[in-house]
């Protein structure tokens, strides 16, 4: 094994502000305003998904950059109103608008671009290809992109990075027609990641690589959103992980890793947990309890 064959490990939380992790995980005396602050002192990567729920402001995306320290990245989970009401189609306004909003500020803290696709939408060749050529691969792309935005920008738009970036995608579907050897050569293709995603044997999933990273998901293995992983739940993610970053064949594989269980503050816990198995068989875990 060498450095050059190996990839880098993220793991991290889905979100960050949630009061019942008050005592939990965050000391009791700390102030909401300074969660962000701690969590990202805790772990080196947050994925950011109230970006999902609404466009947000420019200034809330240079807050969270300067709350981060150095090294630190987001993972950026797209529109709802793109995924889900939209369903990808004639995208190109509403991409812009999304990217406008001050994503763009992340600047060397932006990690994976996150877009969840809901349970019911079956694949379409056409339309996914079409969406995947209209995502931007670097912040000139999207610097681009983001000036074709319309006035449906509550709290106004940025359209500079402060730094070049390249980009990375990932697809979460949720519909079964996803899974097939059609939508795994067009992800692999257009260099999507497709998310490994643990959701309690509600949604289907695969370990199937279709990029030079990897992006998983765990929403909890018994319950969804709720249940806490066990140790030995930990130890088979930790191998897995440790496969694609090290011994995959081929190339080298970044891994990123979000918990989403974040019902009973279980998530930063087995964040915590999960980093230190990593660790002990790559040296490559960047964060999580460090």
Not at 195 to 206: H, I, L, S, Y
């Amino acid at each position: 094994m060498t450095r050059a064959s190996e990839g880098t490990v993220r793991i991290g939380i889905s979100g960050w502000d949630y009061p019942g992790w008050r005592g939990a995980f965050y000391p009791p005396e700390l102030p909401r305003r300074a969660w962000l602050r701690y969590a990202c002192r805790t772990f080196d990567s947050i994925e950011l998904n109230g970006t999902f729920y609404s466009l947000k402001s420019p200034d809330a995306f240079v807050r969270w950059r300067d709350e981060s320290p150095e090294g630190f990245v987001y993972a950026v989970k797209g529109s709802r109103f793109i995924t889900h009401n939209l369903k990808l189609r004639h995208a190109r306004t509403a991409l812009a608008n999304f990217f406008a909003s001050g994503v763009l500020a992340l600047g060397a803290r932006t990690g994976p671009f996150l877009w969840q696709l809901p349970a019911t939408y079956r694949f379409d060749h056409d339309r996914l290809a079409e969406f995947l050529d209209l995502l931007p691969r670097d912040s000139a792309d999207a610097e681009r992109l983001a000036r074709l935005h319309d006035d449906r920008l509550p709290h106004g738009a940025l359209l500079e990075s402060p730094e070049p970036v390249s980009y990375r995608h990932a697809l979460e579907p949720r519909h079964p027609s996803y899974f097939g050897d059609e939508a795994m050569w067009l992800l692999r293709d257009r260099r999507c990641a497709l998310v490994v995603a643990d959701t309690a044997g509600r949604f289907p999933t695969t370990a199937e690589l279709t990029a030079d990273f990897v992006y998983v998901r765990l929403h909890g293995s018994r319950a969804l959103y709720a249940s806490r992983y066990d140790d030995a739940e930990l130890d088979a993610w930790a191998e897995r992980i440790a496969w694609w970053a090290c011994d995959a064949p081929h190339m080298r594989h970044d891994v990123y890793a979000y918990f989403d269980n974040d019902a009973h503050a279980h998530a930063p816990h087995d964040a915590r947990r999960l980093a230190e198995r990593v660790r002990a068989v790559t040296p490559l875990v960047r964060g999580g309890g460090s």
